[in-house]
């Protein structure tokens, strides 16, 4: 569409800078942040952490983009309660709920060589932020994000 191109065209986009998008349901949003981490993958060799808000929306997303991604050596690391995974270095990509995205970057903050090999986090379904139970959660992740960008 469109409004894609307008987007990953916008000033700084590619090359890193933040981004919101808003678009209506099955418009495309997912194929654009797709292409900015791929775009940090394999161009600068930094990694990517996709941040959604249910559990069943993460096993949809691993398994799509293993089986898009995978035959070409992308590492695809799913990290929610029931998952088991967990970030390594062998990792290229973690898709993880809102909570666990919240702790992952607390460790890496601690951690801070994994953090720098992070070149784009993803947060789907971003009107959660005015969430009562779960929307302080998002504004910690952007807060850490934009803190460990700093560094």
């Given at each position: 569409?469109?409004?894609?191109?307008e987007?990953?065209?916008?000033?700084?986009?590619?090359?890193?800078?933040?981004?919101?998008?808003?678009?209506?349901?099955?418009?495309?949003?997912?194929?654009?942040?797709?292409?900015?981490?791929?775009?940090?993958?394999?161009?600068?060799?930094?990694?990517?952490?996709?941040?959604?808000?249910?559990?069943?929306?993460?096993?949809?997303?691993?398994?799509?983009?293993?089986?898009?991604w995978?035959?070409?050596?992308v590492?695809?690391?799913?990290l929610?309660?029931?998952?088991?995974?967990?970030?390594?270095?062998?990792?290229?990509?973690?898709?993880?709920?809102?909570?666990?995205?919240?702790?992952?970057?607390?460790?890496?903050?601690?951690?801070?060589?994994?953090?720098?090999?992070?070149?784009?986090?993803?947060?789907?379904?971003?009107?959660?932020?005015?969430?009562?139970?779960?929307?302080?959660?998002?504004?910690?992740?952007?807060?850490?994000?934009?803190?460990?960008?700093?560094?």
């Open positions: 569409y469109e409004w894609q191109a987007c990953l065209s916008g000033d700084g986009v590619i090359d890193g800078r933040s981004v919101v998008y808003v678009a209506p349901t099955s418009a495309g949003k997912s194929l654009v942040s797709e292409v900015l981490v791929l775009r940090q993958l394999l161009f600068r060799g930094r990694r990517a952490l996709i941040i959604l808000p249910y559990v069943s929306l993460c096993a949809e997303r691993v398994a799509s983009l293993r089986s898009l995978g035959p070409c050596g590492r695809v690391e799913a929610y309660s029931t998952s088991g995974g967990y970030w390594h270095a062998g990792a290229d990509v973690a898709v993880c709920t809102i909570e666990k995205a919240s702790s992952l970057l607390n460790r890496l903050l601690e951690e801070e060589a994994l953090l720098q090999d992070i070149g784009v986090i993803v947060v789907d379904e971003l009107h959660l932020i005015g969430d009562e139970h779960r929307g302080y959660l998002i504004e910690l992740i952007l807060v850490k994000a934009r803190l460990a960008a700093a560094l």
